[in-house]
């Protein structure tokens, strides 16, 4: 049996959608991704015109107008990037650790980065956004490991309760580290709590350039780890028996994870929720199997994150509202209607 | 019928003798109450003799030591003192109530309900005193309703009550989070106050509510003790030995998530105090009798010993926030590891 084919067997709620749907799905979320990062590029706190835009996107920069566009572009492809990743890595947390509450904010994993960025830029004098992001990607790293296994002790493995609360707690744990790290520092203060909430208003395509290649690599890693999760889905036995070799494809689908989120984290700061949500609207979509829903993922990822950013610009004229926050009050509600719809036993 | 009388003779000894630890307990935590109270009057910045400290609590007037103990110290060990005993308290009672040490207020969002309202009230809406407090107790209670009626499904899960609740709590720091970020004059102490808790700039007349929050509702928990006692063993189990488990509820979270908010509008949420008084207290205690007067020093405790630590013992001044929260991470992670092993979840 192939694995699609196994997938729809485990998954019954999934199973009997036509094969079609997906054959739609596809063109309309380009579609309506083109469309987000139109809007992105025409809404902001200066009205501009179409001709603006593309003239702008043409490369010229001679009006004020044409200007603030071309300040947009590099934020819309930042946001569009940084959802991406954050959807895709999502995606494959939930994949590995088979619960459907995985996501690198509710698991403590950003606010480990965050720890380890503020560790290093208080006490090492990080300057360089290559160390930002090297040191991003170790403490997330560290800190999935270490919520996992403090979760993951016990009767049942690590089901979605235990690892909600790991995270939950390690997450006010580091909060209350980074303030301890920073608070002396009056100095550098200021630029990380702006960097704390979580934004991608300050990009830059030399920014974009630096962050590129990890992203490239969570993303080829994570694609290329679809069919083991496939396997991980139907339960270690099963995906052993199958041929996997099951401790190497979690290893290698989490260092994916770890890599997307941890690079994100570093050159936006800590945005939650986005990976919680997206592979669920996802698999509602395009159904279980992962070689569709790793791709999906990282296009809806991208959506939704523009889509937050846009309704940041719009909610709060002519200031702005971090993504991370709009995000939060988005992904939060869905949070807790995903806690709702599941059986008690199965938390 | 001598084995049957021997056994209850055992089992009476063993009830005294576990009583007696209690007891020895509960003494020991007021003692090092008491005295970590009079050392943060007499040893600050600078040393004043026990004598003149207290003349000044009597209310003579000491030429140098007036301010400093009188209008410094006193108030913010005061506050200290009620506040711990608030967080403890509260945190105990949710964590008996529902069965999990991990279902604490302050991990379930009720403390950053309250603590958001505060923000809000203090910044967008400019109120100050009592205002504020009241509209904290409001938020508070709102949460723990949202969250309590949310997890409603067939019946309150302990397991969806506690996911929910971080749901929630998410969404609330992130609410705090902009109002900080907008807040027009930017003072870093302050948003600490409203991020992990801090006991900077106390004075006297805080005090009062707070005292009157712990007098009234402290005194319902406590002579409530007996039935929250008994929820511990199971919702069933407790209607079986007379509890009205519905009623016991109701009180339990009105009057806790009133003594977390009271605390909060003051001092912020101080992190992991309420979370980790119980837990402690019953490692002392053991397993005997309620947990809340044991808790509640043990709350007391935290707080004042975390504001001196971070006052004079660090190299830089923190506030009691940032200290109870790095010290407590390692005990938490621990607890949280050992909790799993017998299941979690209630």
Same mark, same amino acid.
């Given at each position: 049996m192939t694995p699609a084919k196994l997938t729809s067997f485990i998954a019954p709620p999934y199973c009997g959608r036509p094969g079609g749907s997906r054959s739609i799905w596809l063109p309309l979320t380009i579609f309506a991704v083109v469309v987000l990062c139109t809007l992105s590029l025409l809404i902001g706190s200066r009205d501009v015109t179409w001709s603006d835009v593309l003239s702008a996107i043409g490369g010229h920069v001679d009006s004020i107008g044409e200007a603030a566009v071309a300040m947009r572009i590099p934020r819309t492809l930042l946001a569009l990037f940084a959802g991406a990743a954050l959807g895709l890595s999502g995606a494959v947390m939930q994949g590995v650790t088979?619960? #459907?509450?995985?996501d690198p904010g509710i698991l403590g994993v950003n606010t480990g980065a965050a720890l380890a960025v503020v560790i290093g830029v208080a006490w090492f004098g990080m300057t360089s956004a290559q160390a930002y992001i090297w040191t991003a990607i170790l403490g997330a790293g560290c800190t999935a490991a270490l919520v996992y296994t403090v979760g993951s002790f016990g009767r049942g493995g690590a089901t979605p309760l235990k690892l909600t609360l790991a995270g939950a707690a390690t997450s006010i744990a580091f909060a209350s580290l980074v303030i301890a790290v920073v608070l002396p520092r009056g100095d550098i203060a200021g630029g990380i709590r702006s960097w704390q909430? =979580? =934004?991608?208003?300050?990009?830059?395509f030399e920014r974009l350039a630096e962050v590129a290649p990890f992203l490239s690599a969570g993303l080829i890693l994570s694609l290329g780890s679809a069919r083991k999760l496939n396997s991980l889905a139907l339960g270690d036995d099963l995906a052993a028996g199958l041929g996997e070799r099951v401790a190497l494809a979690r290893g290698i689908a989490s260092f994916a994870a770890v890599l997307l989120c941890g690079a994100t984290t570093a050159i936006c700061g800590p945005i939650g929720f986005v990976g919680l949500v997206v592979p669920h609207v996802c698999r509602l979509l395009v159904g279980v199997d992962h070689r569709w829903l790793l791709p999906f993922s990282s296009l809806v990822g991208g959506g939704l994150l523009l889509a937050g950013d846009i309704i940041g610009r719009i909610a709060a004229r002519p200031s702005e509202l971090e993504v991370g926050i709009v995000t939060a009050f988005v992904g939060a509600p869905f949070f807790i209607w995903i806690v709702r719809r599941q059986r008690v036993r199965d938390l | 019928m001598t084995s049957f009388s021997s056994a209850l003779c055992s089992i009476a000894d063993d009830r005294r003798s576990r009583a007696h630890r209690r007891n020895i307990v509960i003494t020991g935590l007021l003692a090092l109450t008491i005295a970590l109270f009079a050392l943060t009057l007499i040893l600050g910045q600078s040393y004043v003799p026990p004598g003149d400290v207290f003349r000044v609590l009597i209310g003579e007037d000491v030429p140098g030591a007036s301010f400093a103990v009188g209008e410094l110290r006193l108030p913010r060990a005061v506050l200290s003192v009620l506040a711990g005993l608030s967080f403890g308290l509260g945190g105990v009672s949710f964590q008996t109530m529902l069965r /999990? #040490?991990?279902?604490?207020p302050d991990i379930i969002g009720i403390s950053s309900g309250a603590s958001a309202a505060a923000v809000f009230a203090i910044v967008v809406l400019s109120l100050s005193g009592l205002l504020v407090s009241i509209f904290a107790v409001a938020a508070g209670l709102g949460v723990a309703i949202f969250v309590y009626g949310l997890s409603f499904r067939n019946g309150v899960a302990g397991t969806r009550l506690t996911l929910i609740g971080i749901g929630v709590s998410a969404m609330l720091e992130s609410m705090i989070a902009y109002v900080l970020a907008r807040a027009?004059?930017? /003072?870093l102490q302050e948003a600490m106050r409203w991020l992990v808790g801090s006991v900077n700039g106390a004075e006297i007349g805080q005090a009062l509510p707070l005292l009157a929050g712990l007098t009234i509702f402290g005194g319902l928990l406590l002579s409530r003790a007996r039935d929250l006692e008994a929820l511990r063993l199971g919702d069933d189990m407790a209607a079986a030995l007379g509890v009205d488990v519905a009623r016991i509820r109701i009180i339990v979270v009105v009057t806790a998530v009133g003594l977390i908010a009271l605390a909060t509008a003051l001092t912020g949420p101080i992190a992991f105090v309420a979370f980790l008084s119980g837990p402690i207290a019953a490692r002392l205690v053991g397993n005997q009798g309620s947990l809340l007067i044991p808790s509640a020093l043990v709350g007391a405790i935290l707080v004042l010993a975390g504001d001196y630590c971070g006052q004079f013992l660090l190299p830089s001044r923190y506030p009691v926030g940032v200290v109870t929260g790095a010290l407590g991470a390692p005990y938490l992670l621990y607890l949280v590891a050992r909790t799993n092993r017998t299941g979690g979840s209630a």
């Open positions: 088979r619960n #459907p509450l995985a909430v =979580g =934004g991608v208003g300050g990009a830059t | /999990n #040490p991990l279902a604490s027009p004059a930017w /003072n």
